[in-house]
Each structure stands twice: as structure tokens, then as C-alpha cells.
């Protein structure tokens, strides 16, 4: 079945195209990270105190604040939330403006490993507000990094980015050099996530720097995760399985389970990228078990789909929409729009292996309006050169051309940015786009557009 016209209007309007502006369509010339954030995440983490309340409404805050904790740390978080929740109650009720913050930081806690980030934020925004009236900048500072965190997980990059630096600038004033790297790390992330790498390694080289001198093992641990996965992306995989090795190792050395099944997660990456199937399944499988002996369901989301995604490259594409469906119902009893429109993109990739092109553009269109309001430029691009794909198999070169055209120039948006790195890094990162470009310019010749298709290949110089 041939993409009727309405199917690809719609394409159209979430790339904010019209038919008018294809037949012209330029490129952009060539002069143009499993991530742990803050491991921090305690309801009281930095100020929970009960210094602020007397008599009877200070025992019982306490008493009522162990309990919280007892819950909290058993990862019984929603019984942990109906306690802070009769906390904040009290404070409430005696017009304590302190402790309504504490309380109500408490609750955005819990709300984030409910993984409920929305209302997470309205609770941190209100202990914001109170530490800022009461000009507690030490406390403020954290908040901003946590509601920064929070932002990211939603897929809210440029929020995310705007309290980072915010953030930041509070710690630098207050010469905290802990949470210093903690925003370089955040601001790294956040690079790494819109695919503007040369940016994220300068944040994650200057955030390792301060916790190597802070001796921060665990801040040191997530960086190797973060600077490992961006060498993945630019194709430098020797490098980056060096330096997940470094952190497997470090994560196993302090028995810290979370940080060991993300650096699995992470290894399985890179050996999928090198096609070696097998291996990637293997530490898929590893990193899964220790999340669902955890019990976190939001990661066992994420993992599925990257499980799914090798079924799809082994030519197992029943298997992968199986796997890739359970790990979609997952992901959408969250807020992580950056999973949901990665899963639909590697169900549209499963359907395009089952030759349903209707149900692969569906997926893919869905995928891609997410993806472009998150602004994760290297799935777009993906994206973009499945569709194309997908057309030239249904016999449409000329949609197929323009479709190709805008991956290139996604991708040529990102290569440019990569510009200040060592000619090798971006060589590397060229060899693991250039099948689009090579895919475009066999279409191009197939029109006897020979000089386009010059063009095309041109752009792979470094």
C-alpha cells in the first residue's frame, strides 16, 4: 500500500513543511548519553530538620518523619507519600512556612521515583518559592538542580538546561564545588540529549575534573557512564566499552546496583551498534534482572525497547513488536516523553521489517512529534531516513528524496557543531551517518540527478 496524500500532510505538518517547499528543498551546508543525574533523590536529603515545629506538633512530626523514611527507604513510596502528606498537613495547619517547604521537597521526592514528574514539580516549586522568600540560597541551589533533573526526565530539555545553569550559578556563588559538578554534569546531559556532543564532553571534562578533586566517587561513576555514552555516539566504541568497563568496576566495587545495570544497559549499546547481536542481548538480559529485582518498572521499559530493537535487526520482528508493545505500556504510565517517542520509533522500524508500511508511518509520525518537541536531534534524524526508506520500497524516489534531505540536514546540523573536536572524533561520528547519505545519493542517480548526488557525497568529506 502506497502513503496516501493525507498520510503524508500530516508527516508534513509535524515538520512544519508545506507540498510547496519540497520540490526546492536545500541541504545545510557543512558550514553550519542511562544517564544517572543526581543520585541525591532523599526526602531528606539536605534539610529535613523537624527544627521548626513545638510540642505535641513537633513529636508527632518526628515520630511521624521516621516512619516516612522507614517507608521511603524500603522503597514503599506510596506509603511514604501519605505520611509526608499528613506532615505538610500539620505544617499547614500551623502556619509553618519552613516546614511547609521541607514538607512539600519531601513530596516532590517521592513523586520522581513515583515516576509522577509533573506533580513532583508543582511540590518542588513551592519549596522553591519558600526558600527564595526566606533567602536560603544553599537550599535553593539543590532545589533548582532537582526540579532541573526532573525537567529531563520529562524530556523537557531547554527547562531543564535554563534550571542548570541557574543552578549553577547559585553554587558557583556559593563556592559549593559538589553541586557545581553536579550542574556541569546536568548541563552535559542535556547537550548530550540535543545531540550537541563537542558541548556535552566540555561540561562532563569540567564536572569529572571537580569530582576527581572532590574525591567524589560516585559523581566520578556517573560520568564515566555519561562521557562513555557520548564517545558511543560519535562511533568510538573501543573507546566507549573502555569506559564502561571502568565504571561496571567502580558501580560493582560499591555494590551500587542502579549505577551497574545502567553501565550494562550501556555496554549492550555499543555491542549492538557493532552487530554483535548476541553479546547486546546478554547485557540487556543482565541489566533487566537487576532492575526488576529492584523494582523499578520505568527502566524495564526503557531496556525492553532496547531489546526489542535487536529482535528487529536480527530479523525477528514478531518478537520485537511483542517486546517493543509491553515496553510501550510501560513507558506510557509515565511522563518520559524521550522513551515513548523512541519505543514508537523502533515499533515503526519492527513494522517496516514486516513490510506493514501504513502502521510504520503511523508509528514513525507519532514517534517524530515527540522526538522534534524534545529536540533529540539523533533520533529525528532517524526518524527522517526510515520514512525515506520506507518510501523508496514503495516505489516514491521523489518523497523518498525529500524525506532523506531533511535527515541530511538534521545531521549536517549536528556534524557542525562537532567542528572544535579532534578530526578523528569526527570522522568517526561520520562513518555511523553516512548510509543515509549514500542511500540519497543512489536515489538521486536513479533520477539522473547526477550533480545532487555529487553533492550529497561531498558532504561526507571531513
Not at 45 to 50: A, D, E, I, R, W
Amino acid at each position: 500500500m502506497l502513503f496516501n496524500s493525507s498520510q503524508v500532510s500530516c508527516l508534513l505538518v509535524t515538520l512544519n513543511l508545506s507540498i510547496g517547499q519540497l520540490s526546492g528543498l536545500p541541504f545545510v551546508t557543512k558550514s553550519e548519553a542511562s544517564v544517572i543525574i543526581n543520585s541525591d533523590f532523599q526526602p531528606g536529603f539536605f534539610y529535613f530538620t523537624q527544627n521548626s515545629t513545638t510540642g505535641k506538633a513537633k513529636i508527632e512530626v518526628e515520630k511521624l518523619f521516621e516512619t516516612g523514611m522507614q517507608k521511603y527507604n524500603q522503597h514503599q513510596y506510596q506509603e511514604a507519600l501519605e505520611i509526608y502528606k499528613q506532615i505538610l498537613a500539620i505544617y499547614q495547619k500551623i502556619g509553618d512556612r519552613q516546614g511547609i517547604g521541607k514538607a512539600s521537597y519531601a513530596i516532590g521526592i517521592i513523586y520522581i521515583n513515583l515516576n509522577l514528574y509533573s506533580r513532583s514539580i508543582e511540590f518542588l516549586q513551592v519549596s522553591l518559592a519558600i526558600n527564595q522568600e526566606l533567602n536560603n540560597k544553599v537550599k535553593v541551589g539543590k532545589i533548582l538542580i532537582v526540579i532541573a533533573t526532573t525537567y529531563y526526565r520529562q524530556g523537557q530539555y531547554y527547562q531543564a538546561l535554563d534550571f542548570y545553569q541557574r543552578a549553577l550559578v547559585i553554587h558557583e556563588e556559593l563556592g559549593d564545588r559538589v553541586n557545581i559538578a553536579n550542574s556541569l554534569n546536568g548541563m552535559g546531559i542535556i547537550y548530550e540529549g540535543l545531540a550537541e556532543y563537542s558541548q556535552a564532553l566540555k561540561f562532563y571534562q569540567r564536572s569529572i575534573a571537580l569530582s576527581q578533586e572532590n574525591n567524589d566517587i560516585s559523581g566520578i561513576n556517573r560520568l564515566l557512564n555519561n562521557i562513555g555514552l557520548v564517545y558511543s555516539y560519535l562511533g568510538q566504541n573501543s573507546q566507549a566499552l573502555e569506559v564502561f568497563q571502568q565504571a561496571l568496576a567502580a558501580h560493582q566495587k560499591v555494590n551500587d546496583r542502579s549505577g551497574e545495570a545502567i553501565t550494562l544497559l550501556n555496554i549492550g549499546m555499543v555491542y549492538e551498534e557493532l552487530k554483535e547481536y548476541s553479546t547486546a542481548l546478554n547485557f540487556y538480559e543482565k541489566s533487566l534482572l537487576i532492575r526488576k529485582n529492584i523494582g523499578e518498572r520505568a527502566s524495564i521499559g526503557r531496556i525492553l525497547n532496547h531489546i526489542g530493537s535487536v529482535y528487529y535487526k536480527q530479523g525477528q520482528y514478531l518478537q520485537a513488536l511483542e517486546v517493543l508493545k509491553e515496553a510501550l505500556s510501560i513507558s506510557q504510565d509515565f511522563e518520559e516523553k524521550y522513551w515513548i517517542g523512541n519505543i514508537l520509533y523502533t515499533i515503526g522500524n519492527a513494522y517496516k521489517g514486516l513490510n506493514q508500511f501504513d502502521r510504520a508511518l503511523d508509528s514513525y509520525q507519532q514517534a517524530l512529534a515527540i522526538i522534534k518537541e524534545v529536540g533529540d536531534r539523533k533520533t529525528e534524524r532517524l526518524i527522517l531516513s526510515n520514512i525515506g526508506e520506507v518510501l523508496a520500497k514503495q516505489n516514491q524516489p521523489e518523497m523518498a528524496i525529500v524525506f532523506y534531505k531533511l535527515s541530511v540536514n538534521v545531521t549536517e546540523s549536528i556534524r557542525s557543531e562537532l567542528r572544535s573536536l579532534p578530526t578523528e572524533q569526527q570522522r568517526s561520528y561520520t562513518t555511523t551517518v553516512a548510509d543515509t547519505y549514500r542511500h540519497l545519493a543512489d536515489l538521486l542517480l536513479q533520477q539522473d540527478r547526477v550533480l545532487e548526488a555529487q553533492q550529497v557525497l561531498d558532504l561526507l568529506k571531513i
